[in-house]
């Protein structure tokens, strides 16, 4: 469903049938413009970041990640885990969210604390079994910590993938996002056999 | 930056306007075109629209384009009695352009009722409902003015609900979408009026601005093809190349000074070094939002003005209304792909005035939007009958994203005294300045209104084809992007801040337009009526200031 960007005879035919009449002047005029201003954003999500962890040790990345991964469990089609999302995390915290390391550096402990509670046997979350994970996270979802992990996990899989996580555009692609930076009429397929606009039908309505 | 003429602070130009959004957009092209010296303090940067992306982290997450958390951090309490909290509030603008450059361009007219509704309807108990000091007949040509010179796309006399219009509009509407195909086949079949939406978004290339690329990054997000009639698109660039206007830059306006006359001298701001500077001026004009207008005067206060400049009525801040809001989203069975192109594609306005009989007052408008990105729609729109993560989560997300619409309500707020912005006593903002505090508190007619709105939606789309329908709650507003009435217009210098020519009644050349100046909130959709006074009270100004009564 997610088309690459620079897919440039579609969308020149699509820009070029959008313009009648004194249009096609101001298109020659303006076009390299419109362009390239159309393209910054494809362009932008070709700057890939490479995997590092900065602001997490492994250890907390490992939690962090196995969180992530019950929150957007990895099924019959990618998670949070195959998008990357534990880098977009790291990085956010670095970046745009550096206030927020110290809520993950509390908030973690509680959760293996409560792994160890449930599960005596089992010394780590990332370590415990899927249906061990669910049975913590269930019993921590209300908390303000789990609703920032679930959050930043949500970011991660869903945002832009110069940010460093939806690799590839999974999440995108779950979803049937179409990241294309300029689309055509008919969108959908409500909208397919519409005909334009026409007054009321004979009927008198209500008012 | 698009080059312009530079003035010195210490060079009085004619008028300093403090915002350069919406209003102050208008009022700075229309005063330069006028032949007036003009400088515009605005405290966001100037971003290129080529350089606006679609990156939902660098608008949701880093405040891009909106006012900054950290920077200029907000209390909140629901009344005067509460201990107000630590709670960003009110989003707006802060760029050049404003809040028009992330706006969703929702750009229906107000009707005749709005400005005469106290009179028609009587008092409502608890508030300070009355009528505007102007009709709609004096707002039509401004209307018209902003439907042709900033860019508006619609169809003329699709609404039998619409007021008078001298002109169509300039241009056809925008292609309509699935949700706006399966509103207005749901709307005739109960009887309703659909119409297309108008929209500040350009359906087709105007005055040498492209047409819109159906990209569907509106609501949040800056268009980088200009399609958008943001005042950044449409009349900023105007402004400067009269070569009398000056839009200066990340200029954070704190004080206006007066002098011993009472008269406005200029506006005191910090330059992007916070460095203090003082610009001198004629005439002093505030645009600056509906949150920063008054903060900025109660800033202003000294021992001549010492509640704050033109508060002798006690109005500056006060009677905040942020429009109601409810919405109902529903999936359907084929892919909608709302994500694609403007967020509105259907409006009716078959309940603007509810039945008064109903025992509440109040009105508002349905659509049919989206405006829904992949990341905020998979952080904020779950139902509450979904899980918020697990298989389940998942699932949800991959089966509605794509097949899913809103119909959602845009409603009257009434005006109550205790709602307002004002001063926090111990908040400080990065400048040191007491930050701003909102208190808000919906009117019980108001949350009736909403209510009886979404039932209205989920009655509109039982008779669709949508295959699963969720509700979200009514909950009391904590937040506020529609920042409307704290200084409100009227004809008494003891019930109102400004008259109905936006001139302060305290302060002869002061002047206040923007969402301020509304005396009731319409319903919903506000940058019109703003864009219409600002063209108008441009027109007055500039004639007072050709008359020397500036």
Redesign the interface.
Known sequence: MTSEPGNEPDRRR??LS???G??TA??TL?WP??M???E??AQ?AKAAVPPQLEALTAEQAAAVEAIAA????T?D?P?AREAGVIYFIDR?LTT??TESLADYQKGLPVFEAKTRELFPSVQRFSEAAPEQQ?AV?KAL?EQPFFELV??HT??G????P??GGNRDGV??K??????S?????P?????RD?RG?Q???K?E??? | MPPQVAYKPSHKVDFVIVGSGSAGGVLAKELSTAGFSVVVLEQGPYIPPSSFGHDEIAQSQEHALTNKPDLSPQTFRKTPQDKAQKQFSAIYGRCVGGGSVHFTANYWRFHEIDFIERSHRGPVAGTAFADWPITYTDMEPYYTKVEWEVGVSGLAGASPFDPYRSKPYPIPPLPVKSSGVIFERAAWKMGWHPFPAPMAILSQPYRGRAGCIYCGRCLGFGCEVGAKSSSLASMIPLAQQTGRCEIRTESYAFKVETDHHGRATGVAYFDRQRRQHFQKARAVILSANGAETPRLLLLSASSRFPDGLANSSGFVGKYLMVNGFSTVLATFDEPLNEYKGAAVGRVLHDFYEIDPKLGFYGGGGLDARFGQTPMGYAVNSVPTEVPRWGTAYKRWLAESFSHSMFVSSHATSLPVEANSFSLDPDLKDAWGLPALCMTYKDHPDDLKTVKYLQDRALELLAVSRASKVWVRPIREQTHAVHLLGTCRMGNDPKLSVVNADHRTHDVPNLFLCDGSSFVTSGRGQPTMTIQALAFRAADRIGAAARRGEV
């Open positions: 699509f820009l959008s313009l009648s004194a249009g101001w298109i303006n413009a419109v390239a201003a159309a910054h954003a932008a019950r929150i957007i469990p099924d089609s998670g956010a745009f969210a669910d996270l979802d679930r959050s949500v970011m899989f869903l945002s832009d110069m940010r999440g995108w779950l979803i049937g996002f179409d990241s930076p300029a689309f055509t009429p969108f959908g397929y409500y909208d519409y606009w007054p009321p039908p009927q309505g209500k008012t």
